[in-house]
């Protein structure tokens, strides 16, 4: 069988269905490395967690859960520079894995100029040189890692940061979710048989098809992830969107294009939408389903993080089963690389 313990370690021999599976212990890890922050980070008036990638999408993730019980505004910020608005007295959130991600260090470093307050997360590199000269807070989290291999780590540090402008036990709620994601690494992990795996049985079912995760907020955070790891993991082309947004557009494409029954709607459900919301995605997953098939995805965990988490996991262990089935080592990201190295021989633009 292709899904079974000894195909996928072939497939993956750099051994990314540990990394995946060690998200619980990562999220532990981060909690830890997170507890100490200075306390002078509750007169934050504004926040902007800054990071690109596998890196970022922490940010994205966490801004998503609190957004309804942060007393402060949280932008994500994935660019070369903060917003216009961004003032002294901000708070920089730096968050890259390697440390060298330039669009990360770019904003910083503006952030820095304009008096901003910084923490800075990472492994080392240059971010790390730069927290140290700006005498600013630096969590180092462990190094040797892709950077989408580590988001436990980087997410785990969050709720520590945000603890004094979000309403709620942050750290409380993630110990707990923590323990549902060790009960579910059970039924998704390798060893576990394709029959009783849902992680085996999705991929199964979105093999030979370009999917597009949906997501309504908080899930369009957890949608994004999804994407990028399908993307990066499974070396396949995937989307992401957001509703009820997509609804006023794509739902068109969905309904009318005979060509849709090549994608496949990926749909990310909560147990605690509200009654509008839930009429809204049952009626868009019908229409959806006019030309394609549709995946309907959902947690059954009793509070919001496990469930947006535990999707997430979800997720990260179907683009790993979708790599064993196309037959491609899930670590390397090689297109990312040559960018890399192509940016780094084209001289900047001038003026």
Same mark, same amino acid.
């Given at each position: ?85 961004? +003032? ?24 820095? +100029? ?58 409380? =709620? ?6 549902? /994601? ?5 039924? /998704? ?5 394709? +029959? ?53 557009? =794509? ?41 394609? +098939? ?25 683009? /790993? ?31």
């Amino acid at each position: 069988m292709v899904l079974e313990l000894e195909t996928i370690a072939r497939v993956d021999p750099g051994g990314m269905r540990d990394i995946i599976g060690s998200f619980p212990e990562q999220l532990a890890d981060g909690i830890r490395r997170g507890l100490g922050m200075p306390s002078d980070l509750a007169n934050a008036t504004r926040v902007f967690i800054v990071g690109m990638g596998g890196s970022g999408i922490a940010g994205e993730v966490f801004a998503a859960w609190v957004a309804n019980r942060s007393r402060i505004p949280i932008h994500p910020i994935h660019d070369y520079r903060l917003p216009s608005y961004a +003032k002294p007295g901000d708070l920089v959130i730096a968050v890259s894995y390697s440390g060298n991600t330039e669009e990360t260090l770019a904003a910083t470093a503006q952030g820095i +100029k304009l008096g901003c307050r910084l923490v800075a997360v990472t492994s080392g590199g240059a971010l790390a040189k730069l927290a140290q000269e700006a005498g600013a807070p630096l969590v180092e989290v462990p190094a040797g890692l892709p950077p989408r291999g580590a988001f436990g780590h980087l997410f785990g540090i969050l709720p520590s940061l945000g603890a004094e402008w979000v309403y709620g036990d942050l750290r409380g =709620e993630l110990e707990r979710a923590t323990v549902h /994601l060790r009960d579910l690494r059970d039924h /998704l992990r390798p060893q576990s048989p394709l +029959k009783r795996n849902r992680a085996k049985l999705i991929a199964t079912r979105l093999k030979g098809t370009t999917p597009i995760v949906y997501g309504a907020p908080p899930f369009d955070a957890i949608a994004k992830r999804w994407q990028t790891q399908l993307n990066e993991n499974a070396k396949m082309l995937a989307f992401s969107s957001t509703l009820p947004e997509a609804d006023h557009n =794509e739902i068109i494409g969905w309904a009318s294009d005979a060509s849709a029954r090549r994608f496949r709607a990926v749909i990310l459900r909560d147990a605690d939408e509200t009654p509008e919301m839930h009429r809204r995605l049952d009626a868009t997953a019908a229409l959806f389903g006019r030309h394609a +098939k549709v995946e309907l995805v959902h947690d059954e965990d009793d509070q919001l993080l496990g469930r947006m988490l535990g999707t997430l996991f979800l997720g990260d262990f179907v683009s /790993l089963y979708l790599a064993a089935l196309r037959r491609v080592d899930p670590l390397p990201v090689e297109p990312i690389r040559e960018l890399k190295e192509r940016l780094k021989k084209t001289p900047h633009a001038k003026g």
